[in-house]
């Protein structure tokens, strides 16, 4: 995230889910295409409709954080996510973040996101499984992803855009890390801005750029 992102993320003390029909992928939360061909070829016309709509119309129900899951950094996810400049990465574990939405009035899902070929029909059963799944072509990503299903309409919401959900950054911020193209300055300015919130987590330079001796 830019640094407007990362300093707003620690001044509301929320995290921003994003609801799925206003992602760029426009395949989120939908059947695949071979799924879409057998629902139509085994069920009539209308009951074939209306399945098919009730996924789509689920995304405006869901909202995501999405999160990319290894130890190691990824050059790609970089350059996709980190335009512009005061870029920054924050790290966590399933286990904190865990901890940090417990006391969520929402139930709040983690799920390791499945990627798939939109050539399959595997079976979609649920909006929630739908979810959790996207196509071959983002399979880079290695994303897991939060999961809010709007239920009770006391969600906490911005019209059009997405929820938050309230954290505690320190129990959720395991390390910050600046981008590979940010320059010295933008480490210090980090470290200066995690310490006015009280945070005590290490700052580290991506040295993913950096040349060997």
């Given at each position: 995230?830019?640094?407007?992102?990362?300093?707003?993320?620690?001044?509301?003390?929320t995290?921003?889910?994003?609801?799925?029909?206003?992602?760029?992928d426009?395949?989120?939360g939908?059947?695949?295409?071979?799924?879409?061909?057998s629902?139509?070829?085994n069920?009539?016309?209308?009951?074939?409709?209306a399945?098919?709509?009730?996924?789509r119309?689920?995304?405006?129900?869901?909202?995501?954080?999405?999160?990319?899951?290894?130890?190691?950094?990824?050059?790609?996810m970089?350059?996709?996510?980190?335009?512009?400049?005061?870029i920054?990465?924050?790290?966590?574990t399933v286990?904190?973040?865990?901890e940090?939405?417990?006391?969520?009035?929402?139930?709040?899902?983690i799920?390791?996101?499945?990627?798939?070929?939109?050539?399959e029909?595997?079976?979609?059963?649920n909006?929630?499984?739908?979810?959790?799944r996207?196509?071959?072509?983002?399979?880079?990503?290695s994303?897991?992803?939060?999961?809010?299903?709007?239920?009770?309409?006391?969600?906490?919401?911005e019209?059009s855009?997405g929820i938050?959900?309230?954290?505690d950054?320190?129990?959720?911020?395991t390390?910050?890390?600046?981008?590979?193209?940010?320059q010295?300055?933008?480490?210090?300015?980090?470290?200066?801005?995690?310490?006015?919130?009280?945070?005590?987590?290490?700052?580290?330079?991506?040295?993913?750029?950096?040349?060997?001796?």
């Amino acid at each position: 995230m830019d640094l407007a992102r990362f300093v707003e993320m620690l001044e509301s003390r929320t995290l921003w889910f994003v609801r799925t029909d206003q992602l760029e992928d426009p395949l989120e939360g939908a059947h695949t295409d071979a799924e879409v061909a057998s629902i139509r070829k085994n069920l009539v016309k209308s009951r074939a409709k209306a399945l098919i709509d009730i996924f789509r119309s689920a995304r405006s129900g869901l909202y995501v954080n999405c999160w990319r899951s290894g130890s190691a950094e990824s050059l790609a996810m970089w350059d996709l996510y980190g335009e512009g400049s005061g870029i920054v990465a924050i790290k966590s574990t399933v286990g904190h973040i865990r901890e940090a939405a417990a006391a969520y009035e929402e139930p709040v899902y983690i799920s390791k996101v499945k990627y798939i070929d939109w050539n399959e029909a595997p079976g979609l059963d649920n909006v929630l499984v739908a979810s959790s799944r996207k196509d071959l072509s983002y399979q880079h990503e290695s994303e897991v992803r939060l999961i809010i299903c709007e239920r009770s309409g006391r969600l906490d919401t911005e019209p059009s855009l997405g929820i938050r959900l309230p954290i505690d950054p320190g129990q959720l911020i395991t390390e910050v890390i600046v981008g590979p193209r940010e320059q010295k300055w933008v480490v210090r300015l980090v470290e200066q801005i995690m310490k006015r919130y009280g945070l005590p987590q290490q700052v580290v330079a991506s040295n993913r750029l950096t040349p060997r001796p």
